[in-house]
Protein backbone atom coordinates (compact mmCIF):
# COMPACT_ATOMS: atom_id res chain seq x y z
CA UNK A 1 0.00 0.00 0.00
CA UNK A 2 1.93 2.97 -1.35
CA UNK A 3 1.23 5.72 1.11
CA UNK A 4 4.75 7.12 0.59
CA UNK A 5 5.88 10.72 0.00
CA UNK A 6 4.44 11.23 -3.08
CA UNK A 7 1.25 10.84 -2.37
CA UNK A 8 1.96 12.47 0.87
CA UNK A 9 2.75 15.61 -1.44
CA UNK A 10 -0.62 15.28 -3.13
CA UNK A 11 -2.51 14.81 0.02
CA UNK A 12 -1.26 18.04 1.65
CA UNK A 13 -1.93 20.07 -1.70
CA UNK A 14 -5.26 18.51 -1.86
CA UNK A 15 -6.20 19.06 1.80
CA UNK A 16 -5.12 22.38 2.20
CA UNK A 17 -6.82 23.80 -1.61
CA UNK A 18 -10.24 22.27 -0.05
CA UNK A 19 -9.82 23.35 3.96
CA UNK A 20 -7.56 26.49 4.41
CA UNK A 21 -9.27 28.81 5.95
CA UNK A 22 -11.67 26.49 6.94
CA UNK A 23 -13.44 26.63 10.57
CA UNK A 24 -12.45 23.47 12.46
CA UNK A 25 -16.13 22.50 14.21
CA UNK A 26 -16.24 19.26 15.41
CA UNK A 27 -13.03 16.52 16.82
CA UNK A 28 -13.66 12.89 17.52
CA UNK A 29 -11.92 10.10 18.30
CA UNK A 30 -13.95 6.82 17.06
CA UNK A 31 -10.46 4.43 18.11
CA UNK A 32 -7.38 4.67 20.06
CA UNK A 33 -5.96 5.52 16.46
CA UNK A 34 -8.13 7.28 14.64
CA UNK A 35 -9.19 11.15 14.62
CA UNK A 36 -11.94 12.51 12.97
CA UNK A 37 -11.72 16.36 12.13
CA UNK A 38 -14.73 17.92 10.47
CA UNK A 39 -14.31 21.47 8.69
CA UNK A 40 -16.98 23.60 7.17
CA UNK A 41 -15.22 25.45 4.49
CA UNK A 42 -15.85 26.73 1.10
CA UNK A 43 -19.98 26.33 1.87
CA UNK A 44 -19.43 22.61 3.22
CA UNK A 45 -18.63 20.10 5.80
CA UNK A 46 -15.53 17.92 5.22
CA UNK A 47 -14.38 15.68 7.68
CA UNK A 48 -11.14 14.61 7.61
CA UNK A 49 -9.68 11.77 9.05
CA UNK A 50 -6.22 11.08 10.65
CA UNK A 51 -5.12 7.27 11.53
CA UNK A 52 -1.91 6.24 13.24
CA UNK A 53 -3.35 2.40 12.42
CA UNK A 54 -0.16 0.47 12.09
CA UNK A 55 -1.46 -1.11 9.28
CA UNK A 56 -3.72 1.20 7.55
CA UNK A 57 -2.79 4.47 8.79
CA UNK A 58 -3.49 7.53 6.27
CA UNK A 59 -4.77 10.82 5.89
CA UNK A 60 -7.94 12.04 3.85
CA UNK A 61 -11.45 13.81 3.43
CA UNK A 62 -14.19 10.58 3.82
CA UNK A 63 -17.12 10.73 3.57
CA UNK A 64 -17.77 7.53 5.71
CA UNK A 65 -18.99 7.73 8.54
CA UNK A 66 -17.77 6.30 12.70
CA UNK A 67 -19.28 5.14 15.92
CA UNK A 68 -18.01 7.11 18.25
CA UNK A 69 -17.28 6.44 22.03
CA UNK A 70 -19.71 7.50 24.57
CA UNK A 71 -16.95 9.58 26.57
CA UNK A 72 -14.76 10.85 24.78
CA UNK A 73 -11.28 9.30 24.46
CA UNK A 74 -8.58 12.25 26.61
CA UNK A 75 -6.47 12.77 23.53
CA UNK A 76 -9.80 13.89 22.08
CA UNK A 77 -10.59 16.30 25.07
CA UNK A 78 -7.34 17.80 24.72
CA UNK A 79 -7.79 18.33 20.90
CA UNK A 80 -11.17 20.41 21.73
CA UNK A 81 -9.85 22.13 24.13
CA UNK A 82 -6.81 23.51 21.93
CA UNK A 83 -8.46 23.66 18.66
CA UNK A 84 -11.90 23.55 18.81
CA UNK A 85 -13.42 26.46 16.59
CA UNK A 86 -10.06 27.34 15.20
CA UNK A 87 -9.21 27.96 11.69
CA UNK A 88 -6.62 25.92 9.66
CA UNK A 89 -4.49 28.32 8.08
CA UNK A 90 -2.24 25.98 6.10
CA UNK A 91 -1.44 22.40 5.13
CA UNK A 92 2.13 21.03 3.96
CA UNK A 93 4.62 18.38 4.11
CA UNK A 94 7.66 18.01 5.43
CA UNK A 95 10.43 17.88 2.60
CA UNK A 96 9.13 14.72 0.72
CA UNK A 97 8.87 12.59 3.62
CA UNK A 98 5.41 11.05 4.92
CA UNK A 99 4.72 13.86 7.37
CA UNK A 100 1.80 16.30 7.04
CA UNK A 101 1.46 19.51 9.36
CA UNK A 102 -1.62 21.39 9.74
CA UNK A 103 -1.49 24.69 11.30
CA UNK A 104 -4.44 26.22 13.31
CA UNK A 105 -5.12 29.66 14.97
CA UNK A 106 -7.39 29.34 17.55
CA UNK A 107 -8.50 31.24 20.84
CA UNK A 108 -7.00 29.78 24.34
CA UNK A 109 -9.46 30.19 27.76
CA UNK A 110 -8.70 34.05 28.25
CA UNK A 111 -9.40 34.64 24.95
CA UNK A 112 -5.49 35.49 23.71
CA UNK A 113 -4.75 33.78 20.03
CA UNK A 114 -2.42 31.21 19.58
CA UNK A 115 -0.69 29.05 17.28
CA UNK A 116 -0.82 25.11 17.03
CA UNK A 117 -0.23 22.56 14.70
CA UNK A 118 -1.42 18.94 14.70
CA UNK A 119 1.24 16.81 13.13
CA UNK A 120 0.59 13.53 11.40
CA UNK A 121 3.36 10.92 10.64
CA UNK A 122 2.07 8.22 8.31
CA UNK A 123 4.91 5.47 9.26
CA UNK A 124 3.29 1.90 9.48
CA UNK A 125 3.73 0.97 13.06
CA UNK A 126 5.37 4.04 13.89
CA UNK A 127 2.57 5.96 12.75
CA UNK A 128 1.57 9.15 15.46
CA UNK A 129 -0.81 12.37 15.85
CA UNK A 130 0.93 15.06 18.03
CA UNK A 131 -0.36 18.35 18.95
CA UNK A 132 2.63 20.75 18.80
CA UNK A 133 2.87 24.14 20.06
CA UNK A 134 4.22 26.64 17.15
CA UNK A 135 6.01 28.80 19.41
CA UNK A 136 8.24 26.50 21.40
CA UNK A 137 7.81 23.17 19.32
CA UNK A 138 6.81 21.55 22.84
CA UNK A 139 4.42 18.46 22.49
CA UNK A 140 1.28 19.40 24.10
CA UNK A 141 0.01 15.77 23.50
CA UNK A 142 0.06 12.68 20.59
CA UNK A 143 -1.99 9.48 20.68
CA UNK A 144 0.98 7.81 21.21
CA UNK A 145 3.70 8.00 23.60
CA UNK A 146 6.83 7.20 22.97
CA UNK A 147 9.70 7.06 25.93
CA UNK A 148 13.19 7.16 25.36
CA UNK A 149 13.06 3.39 26.58
CA UNK A 150 11.43 2.60 23.65
CA UNK A 151 12.64 5.03 20.79
CA UNK A 152 16.56 6.26 21.83
CA UNK A 153 16.36 8.79 18.92
CA UNK A 154 13.50 10.55 20.28
CA UNK A 155 10.71 10.98 22.67
CA UNK A 156 7.29 11.52 22.36
CA UNK A 157 5.45 12.61 25.68
CA UNK A 158 4.03 15.67 26.70
CA UNK A 159 6.12 18.44 27.85
CA UNK A 160 9.41 17.10 25.07
CA UNK A 161 10.49 19.08 21.86
CA UNK A 162 9.01 18.02 18.81
CA UNK A 163 12.06 16.59 16.81
CA UNK A 164 11.61 15.11 13.11
CA UNK A 165 12.36 11.31 12.82
CA UNK A 166 15.88 10.35 11.85
CA UNK A 167 16.61 11.55 8.57
CA UNK A 168 17.68 8.22 6.34
CA UNK A 169 20.32 10.48 4.36
CA UNK A 170 18.58 10.24 1.10
CA UNK A 171 17.75 13.08 -1.27
CA UNK A 172 14.55 15.34 -1.87
CA UNK A 173 13.23 14.49 -5.44
CA UNK A 174 12.36 17.97 -6.11
CA UNK A 175 15.75 19.67 -5.19
CA UNK A 176 17.85 16.98 -7.32
CA UNK A 177 19.25 17.56 -10.69
CA UNK A 178 18.30 14.82 -13.65
CA UNK A 179 22.08 14.35 -14.22
CA UNK A 180 23.02 14.08 -10.52
CA UNK A 181 20.30 11.32 -10.21
CA UNK A 182 21.69 9.41 -13.13
CA UNK A 183 25.73 10.10 -12.02
CA UNK A 184 24.32 8.12 -8.35
CA UNK A 185 23.42 5.14 -10.22
CA UNK A 186 25.68 2.14 -10.13
CA UNK A 187 24.50 0.44 -13.88
CA UNK A 188 27.12 -2.34 -13.24
CA UNK A 189 25.93 -3.09 -9.28
CA UNK A 190 22.11 -4.17 -10.69
CA UNK A 191 19.19 -4.03 -8.89
CA UNK A 192 18.09 -0.45 -10.02
CA UNK A 193 15.25 -0.30 -8.39
CA UNK A 194 16.45 -1.25 -5.12
CA UNK A 195 19.15 1.82 -5.44
CA UNK A 196 16.81 4.12 -6.78
CA UNK A 197 14.65 3.04 -3.43
CA UNK A 198 17.85 4.33 -1.19
CA UNK A 199 18.55 7.19 -3.26
CA UNK A 200 15.65 9.01 -3.34
CA UNK A 201 13.65 10.27 -0.30
CA UNK A 202 9.42 9.49 0.20
CA UNK A 203 9.74 6.90 -2.86
CA UNK A 204 8.01 3.59 -1.89
CA UNK A 205 9.04 0.55 -3.43
CA UNK A 206 5.94 0.40 -6.33
CA UNK A 207 7.52 4.07 -7.68
CA UNK A 208 11.18 2.58 -7.98
CA UNK A 209 9.97 0.01 -9.71
CA UNK A 210 8.23 1.74 -12.47
CA UNK A 211 10.69 3.94 -12.73
CA UNK A 212 13.52 1.66 -13.32
CA UNK A 213 11.43 -0.50 -15.83
CA UNK A 214 10.17 2.39 -18.11
CA UNK A 215 14.19 3.49 -17.99
CA UNK A 216 15.16 -0.70 -18.57
CA UNK A 217 18.21 -1.31 -19.86
CA UNK A 218 18.94 2.55 -20.96
CA UNK A 219 21.83 4.49 -20.22
CA UNK A 220 22.29 7.28 -18.20
CA UNK A 221 20.50 9.88 -20.36
CA UNK A 222 17.49 7.64 -20.59
CA UNK A 223 17.45 7.89 -16.69
CA UNK A 224 17.52 11.57 -16.46
CA UNK A 225 14.94 12.06 -18.86
CA UNK A 226 12.42 9.49 -17.50
CA UNK A 227 13.52 11.20 -13.74
CA UNK A 228 12.54 14.63 -15.60
CA UNK A 229 9.24 13.49 -16.87
CA UNK A 230 8.12 12.12 -13.81
CA UNK A 231 8.83 14.80 -11.40
CA UNK A 232 7.99 17.80 -14.03
CA UNK A 233 4.45 15.75 -14.19
CA UNK A 234 4.30 16.03 -10.17
CA UNK A 235 5.59 19.44 -9.62
CA UNK A 236 2.40 20.84 -11.70
CA UNK A 237 0.42 18.77 -9.49
CA UNK A 238 -0.56 16.75 -12.96
CA UNK A 239 -2.24 13.62 -11.09
CA UNK A 240 -4.58 10.37 -11.92
CA UNK A 241 -5.27 8.84 -8.87
CA UNK A 242 -5.84 5.40 -9.80
CA UNK A 243 -6.80 2.18 -7.40
CA UNK A 244 -5.00 -1.07 -9.24
CA UNK A 245 -7.31 -3.93 -8.52
CA UNK A 246 -5.82 -7.54 -8.83
CA UNK A 247 -3.63 -10.25 -6.94
CA UNK A 248 -2.61 -7.46 -4.30
CA UNK A 249 -4.74 -3.97 -4.43
CA UNK A 250 -2.45 -0.97 -4.34
CA UNK A 251 -3.34 2.77 -5.14
CA UNK A 252 -1.27 5.18 -6.38
CA UNK A 253 -1.19 9.77 -7.25
CA UNK A 254 -0.64 8.21 -11.31
CA UNK A 255 -1.12 4.99 -13.08
CA UNK A 256 2.00 2.74 -13.16
CA UNK A 257 2.50 0.11 -16.16
CA UNK A 258 4.52 -2.07 -14.10
CA UNK A 259 1.66 -2.86 -11.88
CA UNK A 260 -1.23 -5.56 -12.78
CA UNK A 261 -4.77 -5.93 -12.74
CA UNK A 262 -7.62 -3.75 -13.75
CA UNK A 263 -7.29 0.18 -13.04
CA UNK A 264 -10.12 2.58 -11.53
CA UNK A 265 -9.29 6.52 -11.88
CA UNK A 266 -10.78 8.97 -9.20
CA UNK A 267 -10.96 12.56 -9.37
CA UNK A 268 -9.35 12.73 -5.87
CA UNK A 269 -6.78 11.73 -3.87
CA UNK A 270 -9.30 11.50 -1.04
CA UNK A 271 -11.68 9.61 -3.17
CA UNK A 272 -9.12 7.05 -3.87
CA UNK A 273 -7.92 6.32 -0.51
CA UNK A 274 -11.49 6.53 1.26
CA UNK A 275 -12.35 4.14 -1.27
CA UNK A 276 -9.42 1.68 -1.12
CA UNK A 277 -9.46 1.92 3.04
CA UNK A 278 -13.32 1.98 3.72
CA UNK A 279 -14.08 -0.58 5.63
CA UNK A 280 -10.89 -2.26 6.35
CA UNK A 281 -10.10 -0.26 9.43
CA UNK A 282 -13.37 -0.87 10.72
CA UNK A 283 -12.85 -5.32 9.58
CA UNK A 284 -9.62 -4.63 11.58
CA UNK A 285 -11.04 -3.61 14.52
CA UNK A 286 -14.07 -5.82 14.66
CA UNK A 287 -12.16 -8.69 13.72
CA UNK A 288 -10.05 -7.45 16.89
CA UNK A 289 -13.13 -7.29 19.07
CA UNK A 290 -14.95 -10.23 18.47
CA UNK A 291 -11.93 -12.83 17.80
CA UNK A 292 -13.33 -14.43 21.02
CA UNK A 293 -16.38 -14.61 19.27
CA UNK A 294 -15.78 -15.98 15.77
CA UNK A 295 -13.42 -18.86 18.45
CA UNK A 296 -16.36 -19.48 20.18
CA UNK A 297 -18.74 -19.87 17.18
CA UNK A 298 -16.49 -21.83 15.52
CA UNK A 299 -15.53 -24.13 18.32
CA UNK A 300 -19.08 -24.59 19.25
CA UNK A 301 -19.71 -25.81 15.24
CA UNK A 302 -17.23 -28.60 15.58
CA UNK A 303 -18.62 -29.69 18.63
CA UNK A 304 -22.07 -29.81 16.93
CA UNK A 305 -19.89 -31.59 13.88
CA UNK A 306 -18.33 -34.62 16.20
CA UNK A 307 -22.21 -34.54 17.78
CA UNK A 308 -23.69 -35.21 14.38
CA UNK A 309 -21.29 -37.87 13.60
CA UNK A 310 -21.80 -39.83 16.72
CA UNK A 311 -25.57 -39.57 15.94
CA UNK A 312 -25.08 -40.42 12.46
CA UNK A 313 -22.80 -44.02 14.02
CA UNK A 314 -25.71 -44.67 16.02
CA UNK A 315 -28.55 -44.03 13.36
CA UNK A 316 -26.37 -46.67 10.60
CA UNK A 317 -26.51 -49.14 14.23
CA UNK A 318 -30.14 -49.03 14.53
CA UNK A 319 -30.88 -49.75 10.77
CA UNK A 320 -29.91 -53.35 12.43
CA UNK A 321 -33.55 -53.16 14.44
CA UNK A 322 -35.10 -55.23 11.88
CA UNK A 323 -32.55 -57.87 12.05
CA UNK A 324 -32.51 -58.54 15.23
CA UNK A 325 -36.72 -58.64 15.18
CA UNK A 326 -36.58 -61.10 12.23
CA UNK A 327 -33.88 -63.26 14.42
CA UNK A 328 -36.01 -62.92 17.59
CA UNK A 329 -39.02 -64.93 15.51
CA UNK A 330 -37.15 -67.20 14.37
CA UNK A 331 -35.84 -68.25 17.56
CA UNK A 332 -39.20 -68.66 18.54
CA UNK A 333 -40.85 -70.46 15.85
CA UNK A 334 -37.64 -73.10 16.32
CA UNK A 335 -37.93 -73.02 19.90
CA UNK A 336 -38.27 -76.65 19.88
CA UNK A 337 -35.21 -77.34 18.28
CA UNK A 338 -33.20 -75.43 20.66
CA UNK A 339 -31.57 -76.13 23.92
CA UNK A 340 -30.13 -74.26 26.82
CA UNK A 341 -26.37 -74.49 26.56
CA UNK A 342 -26.23 -74.18 22.50
CA UNK A 343 -24.29 -71.84 21.55
CA UNK A 344 -26.00 -71.42 17.77
CA UNK A 345 -29.15 -72.08 16.03
CA UNK A 346 -29.50 -72.83 12.74
CA UNK A 347 -32.70 -72.20 11.30
CA UNK A 348 -34.74 -71.89 8.02
CA UNK A 349 -34.95 -68.39 7.50
CA UNK A 350 -38.78 -67.82 6.61
CA UNK A 351 -38.78 -64.41 5.17
CA UNK A 352 -35.67 -65.30 2.92
CA UNK A 353 -37.65 -66.17 -0.22
CA UNK A 354 -34.95 -69.16 -0.62
CA UNK A 355 -36.48 -70.01 2.35
CA UNK A 356 -32.00 -70.49 2.97
CA UNK A 357 -30.60 -71.43 6.13
CA UNK A 358 -29.54 -68.92 9.10
CA UNK A 359 -27.23 -69.09 11.85
CA UNK A 360 -28.16 -67.37 14.77
CA UNK A 361 -25.32 -66.74 17.73
CA UNK A 362 -27.10 -67.67 21.51
CA UNK A 363 -25.73 -66.86 24.93
CA UNK A 364 -25.18 -70.83 26.67
CA UNK A 365 -26.30 -69.37 29.84
CA UNK A 366 -29.46 -68.16 28.67
CA UNK A 367 -32.61 -70.43 27.78
CA UNK A 368 -34.29 -70.42 24.48
CA UNK A 369 -36.81 -68.12 25.30
CA UNK A 370 -34.69 -65.42 27.02
CA UNK A 371 -32.16 -65.58 23.97
CA UNK A 372 -35.15 -65.16 21.84
CA UNK A 373 -36.52 -61.89 24.50
CA UNK A 374 -32.79 -60.63 24.45
CA UNK A 375 -33.29 -59.92 20.41
CA UNK A 376 -36.56 -58.32 21.05
CA UNK A 377 -34.90 -56.16 23.94
CA UNK A 378 -32.36 -55.22 21.31
CA UNK A 379 -35.06 -54.55 18.30
CA UNK A 380 -37.06 -52.52 20.60
CA UNK A 381 -33.62 -50.48 21.87
CA UNK A 382 -32.81 -49.42 18.62
CA UNK A 383 -35.83 -48.76 17.46
CA UNK A 384 -36.84 -46.31 20.31
CA UNK A 385 -32.81 -45.27 19.99
CA UNK A 386 -33.54 -44.36 16.25
CA UNK A 387 -37.00 -41.94 16.68
CA UNK A 388 -34.52 -40.05 19.53
CA UNK A 389 -31.57 -39.99 17.03
CA UNK A 390 -33.90 -38.85 13.58
CA UNK A 391 -34.70 -36.45 16.44
CA UNK A 392 -31.40 -34.88 17.36
CA UNK A 393 -30.14 -35.35 14.24
CA UNK A 394 -32.47 -32.73 13.06
CA UNK A 395 -31.87 -30.85 15.58
CA UNK A 396 -28.38 -30.75 15.49
CA UNK A 397 -28.13 -29.81 11.74
CA UNK A 398 -30.50 -26.68 12.69
CA UNK A 399 -27.80 -25.57 16.41
CA UNK A 400 -24.99 -26.30 12.96
CA UNK A 401 -26.90 -24.05 10.55
CA UNK A 402 -27.79 -21.18 13.33
CA UNK A 403 -24.21 -21.07 14.10
CA UNK A 404 -22.86 -20.81 10.31
CA UNK A 405 -24.99 -18.09 10.02
CA UNK A 406 -23.86 -16.16 13.56
CA UNK A 407 -19.93 -16.97 11.73
CA UNK A 408 -21.47 -15.02 8.86
CA UNK A 409 -22.83 -12.00 10.62
CA UNK A 410 -19.67 -11.61 12.88
CA UNK A 411 -17.32 -12.04 10.23
CA UNK A 412 -18.61 -9.45 8.14
CA UNK A 413 -20.51 -7.38 11.23
CA UNK A 414 -19.86 -3.70 11.58
CA UNK A 415 -18.93 -2.39 14.82
CA UNK A 416 -22.05 -1.50 16.53
CA UNK A 417 -23.28 -5.01 15.10
CA UNK A 418 -21.10 -7.31 17.70
CA UNK A 419 -22.31 -6.05 20.95
CA UNK A 420 -26.40 -7.45 19.64
CA UNK A 421 -24.78 -10.63 18.27
CA UNK A 422 -23.02 -11.06 21.91
CA UNK A 423 -26.45 -9.64 23.77
CA UNK A 424 -28.42 -12.73 21.31
CA UNK A 425 -25.83 -15.57 22.70
CA UNK A 426 -26.81 -14.13 26.03
CA UNK A 427 -30.02 -14.32 25.54
CA UNK A 428 -30.29 -17.87 24.09
CA UNK A 429 -27.88 -19.32 27.06
CA UNK A 430 -24.78 -19.57 24.90
CA UNK A 431 -22.93 -17.09 26.90
CA UNK A 432 -23.35 -15.87 30.53
CA UNK A 433 -25.69 -12.78 30.98
CA UNK A 434 -23.64 -9.78 32.31
CA UNK A 435 -23.81 -9.70 35.98
CA UNK A 436 -24.32 -5.80 36.41
CA UNK A 437 -26.98 -4.00 34.53
CA UNK A 438 -28.32 -0.74 34.50
CA UNK A 439 -32.09 -0.57 35.91
CA UNK A 440 -34.46 1.22 33.72
CA UNK A 441 -32.35 2.22 30.76
CA UNK A 442 -34.07 1.21 28.20
CA UNK A 443 -32.44 -1.02 25.50
CA UNK A 444 -31.56 0.01 22.18
CA UNK A 445 -33.84 -0.50 19.18
CA UNK A 446 -31.66 -2.41 16.75
CA UNK A 447 -30.32 -0.36 13.74
CA UNK A 448 -30.67 -2.02 10.09
CA UNK A 449 -28.40 -0.59 7.25
CA UNK A 450 -30.25 1.96 4.99
CA UNK A 451 -29.43 1.58 1.58
CA UNK A 452 -30.77 4.15 -1.47
CA UNK A 453 -31.70 2.44 -4.51
CA UNK A 454 -30.54 4.77 -8.26
CA UNK A 455 -34.34 5.05 -8.12
CA UNK A 456 -34.33 6.51 -4.46
CA UNK A 457 -36.22 3.92 -3.06
CA UNK A 458 -35.28 3.09 0.43
CA UNK A 459 -33.77 -0.51 1.00
CA UNK A 460 -33.10 -1.72 4.38
CA UNK A 461 -30.32 -4.37 5.66
CA UNK A 462 -29.99 -6.36 8.92
CA UNK A 463 -26.56 -7.61 9.70
CA UNK A 464 -27.72 -9.80 12.16
CA UNK A 465 -30.27 -11.43 14.03
CA UNK A 466 -31.81 -8.99 16.07
CA UNK A 467 -32.04 -6.37 13.39
CA UNK A 468 -33.21 -8.82 11.03
CA UNK A 469 -36.21 -9.72 13.40
CA UNK A 470 -36.80 -5.94 14.08
CA UNK A 471 -36.59 -5.37 10.15
CA UNK A 472 -38.85 -7.96 9.08
CA UNK A 473 -41.00 -8.63 11.65
CA UNK A 474 -41.70 -5.02 13.31
CA UNK A 475 -40.21 -2.23 10.71
CA UNK A 476 -41.25 -3.77 7.39
CA UNK A 477 -45.17 -3.40 6.25
CA UNK A 478 -46.71 -5.86 5.10
CA UNK A 479 -46.64 -4.49 0.93
CA UNK A 480 -42.90 -4.31 1.49
CA UNK A 481 -40.51 -6.33 -0.64
CA UNK A 482 -38.76 -9.16 1.44
CA UNK A 483 -35.40 -10.48 0.01
CA UNK A 484 -32.94 -13.35 1.60
CA UNK A 485 -30.68 -15.43 -0.23
CA UNK A 486 -32.19 -18.85 -0.81
CA UNK A 487 -30.75 -21.78 1.31
CA UNK A 488 -27.50 -19.60 1.79
CA UNK A 489 -26.60 -17.72 5.21
CA UNK A 490 -27.43 -14.40 5.17
CA UNK A 491 -29.35 -10.66 5.78
CA UNK A 492 -33.01 -10.10 5.98
CA UNK A 493 -32.97 -6.80 3.40
CA UNK A 494 -36.53 -5.30 2.70
CA UNK A 495 -37.24 -2.60 -0.45
CA UNK A 496 -39.61 0.25 1.31
CA UNK A 497 -41.79 -0.91 -2.15
CA UNK A 498 -44.97 -2.67 -2.69
CA UNK A 499 -43.85 -2.92 -6.58
CA UNK A 500 -40.17 -1.82 -6.84
CA UNK A 501 -38.68 -1.60 -10.26
CA UNK A 502 -36.87 -3.80 -11.74
CA UNK A 503 -33.86 -1.85 -11.52
CA UNK A 504 -34.05 -1.69 -7.98
CA UNK A 505 -35.33 -5.27 -7.41
CA UNK A 506 -31.95 -6.34 -8.77
CA UNK A 507 -29.84 -3.97 -6.95
CA UNK A 508 -31.46 -4.94 -3.52
CA UNK A 509 -31.22 -9.08 -4.47
CA UNK A 510 -27.26 -7.65 -5.03
CA UNK A 511 -27.19 -6.35 -1.62
CA UNK A 512 -28.71 -9.67 -0.13
CA UNK A 513 -26.14 -11.65 -2.23
CA UNK A 514 -23.06 -9.25 -1.12
CA UNK A 515 -24.32 -9.59 3.25
CA UNK A 516 -24.22 -13.65 2.75
CA UNK A 517 -21.99 -16.49 2.89
CA UNK A 518 -21.72 -16.34 -1.02
CA UNK A 519 -20.50 -12.65 -1.37
CA UNK A 520 -17.58 -13.85 -3.58
CA UNK A 521 -19.98 -16.48 -5.36
CA UNK A 522 -21.93 -15.35 -8.88
CA UNK A 523 -25.09 -16.41 -9.88
CA UNK A 524 -26.34 -16.24 -6.11
CA UNK A 525 -29.81 -17.31 -5.76
CA UNK A 526 -31.98 -14.39 -3.83
CA UNK A 527 -35.66 -15.33 -2.94
CA UNK A 528 -37.98 -12.19 -2.98
CA UNK A 529 -41.51 -12.38 -1.82
CA UNK A 530 -43.99 -9.64 0.30
CA UNK A 531 -43.45 -9.30 3.88
CA UNK A 532 -47.30 -10.58 4.53
CA UNK A 533 -45.73 -13.77 3.35
CA UNK A 534 -42.58 -13.88 5.49
CA UNK A 535 -43.60 -15.94 9.31
CA UNK A 536 -41.52 -16.73 12.31
CA UNK A 537 -42.70 -20.35 13.57
CA UNK A 538 -42.91 -20.70 17.43
CA UNK A 539 -40.27 -20.88 19.47
CA UNK A 540 -37.80 -20.66 16.48
CA UNK A 541 -34.21 -18.96 17.12
CA UNK A 542 -33.93 -15.18 16.58
CA UNK A 543 -34.03 -14.39 12.66
CA UNK A 544 -35.22 -17.55 11.56
CA UNK A 545 -38.38 -17.29 8.82
CA UNK A 546 -40.39 -19.26 7.06
CA UNK A 547 -41.75 -17.71 3.25
CA UNK A 548 -44.04 -19.11 0.43
CA UNK A 549 -44.89 -17.22 -2.77
CA UNK A 550 -41.72 -16.67 -3.33
CA UNK A 551 -39.74 -15.38 -6.87
CA UNK A 552 -36.58 -16.27 -7.60
CA UNK A 553 -33.24 -13.90 -9.07
CA UNK A 554 -29.93 -15.03 -9.69
CA UNK A 555 -27.22 -12.52 -9.31
CA UNK A 556 -23.92 -11.52 -8.95
CA UNK A 557 -22.36 -9.45 -5.97
CA UNK A 558 -20.62 -6.21 -6.69
CA UNK A 559 -18.92 -4.15 -4.11
CA UNK A 560 -18.83 -1.05 -5.84
CA UNK A 561 -22.93 -1.09 -5.83
CA UNK A 562 -23.24 -1.58 -2.16
CA UNK A 563 -20.33 1.42 -1.50
CA UNK A 564 -22.21 3.61 -4.26
CA UNK A 565 -25.97 2.79 -2.49
CA UNK A 566 -24.61 3.19 0.82
CA UNK A 567 -23.24 6.49 -0.16
CA UNK A 568 -25.85 7.65 -2.19
Given at each position: MAFDGIVTRAMAKELHDTLATGRLSKIYQPTDTEIVLTFRSQGKNHALVLSAHPSYARVHITNDTYQNPQNPPMFCMLLRKHLAGGFLEKVEQFENERIIQLSFISKDELGDTTSKRIIMEVMGKHSNIMLVDNETDMIIDSIKHISSSVNRHRTILPGQTYKMPPSQEKLNPFNLDPAEFSRKLDFNAGKINKQILNLLQGVSPVLANELAEQAYMGDKEKYAAVFVSFINKLKQDDYEPTYFRGKKEDFYVMDLASIEGT?????????????????????????????????????????????????????????????????????????????????????????????????????????????????????????KSRTMVELELEKTNAEIDYLDQLIQQVEGAREQDVEEIREELREQGYLKAKTQQKKNKKPNLPEPEIYTATDGTTILVGHNNKQNEYLTMKLANKQDTWLHTKDIPGSHVVIRSAEPSEETLEEAAKLAAWFSKSRLSSSVPVDYTKIRHVKKPNGAKPGFVTYDQQKTLYVTPEESLVKRLANK
Open positions: REHYDSMSELIDSFYSGKAERDRVKQQAGDLIRFLKNEREKNIRKLTIHENTLKKAEKADIYQRQGELLTAHMHQIKQGDTEAVVIDYYDPEQQQLTITLNPHKTPSENAQSYFKQYNKLK
